[in-house]
């Protein structure tokens, strides 16, 4: 990884309205909240393409507004195969996403791609739930995971800053 531009993270799930850019849009504000902007790039995107150029899904912007988390401008776009190289960090939501882009991938790339909830501490769950065909409560439950493992990544992340 080289230290003179930005570390990049990039979360997928599979649409990129609800789960992924909710990571975004939390990971961002702790980055942000710790002055780390500047050194950390964060963007989202989904492993297929149902919802190009949509906004999150607007439960999602409502349940992340209430605890002070801006979604706006994130757009749902598929991941690209230049990803691979242009990324450090790719965190799928779940093992289906995580699987597709190990495959995608096919080796090549400098990306580390894992499950970001490899990074929680608060919990035994190893994948964030897709809220997507549930009511209100997967999309706070979603938040409460995200918001968990973005405070352990972003530990992580700063010893790896220049």
């Given at each position: ?26 990971f ?46 994130i ?9 691979f ?78």
């Open positions: 990884m080289s230290t003179d531009k930005p570390i990049s993270v990039l979360f997928i799930c599979m649409g990129n309205i609800c789960r992924s850019p909710t990571a975004e849009g939390v961002r504000k702790v980055v942000n909240d710790a002055g780390l902007a500047e050194l950390i790039h964060i963007e989202s995107a989904g492993t297929h393409a149902y919802h190009v150029n949509d906004p999150p899904d607007r439960r999602a912007l409502t349940a992340a507004e209430r605890r002070g988390i801006s979604l706006a401008g757009r749902a776009r598929r991941v690209d195969p230049a990803d190289e242009r990324f450090d960090y790719i965190f799928a939501m779940d093992r289906d996403n995580l699987q597709l882009l190990i495959e995608e991938a096919g080796g090549k790339g400098r990306a580390q791609i894992a499950l970001f909830l490899e990074y929680a501490t608060g919990g035994r769950e190893s994948e964030v739930p897709d809220p997507y065909y549930g009511g209100a409560a997967g999309f706070e439950r979603v938040l409460d995971l995200v918001e968990d493992a973005s405070a352990s990544l972003l530990d992580i992340l700063r010893s790896r800053l220049p």
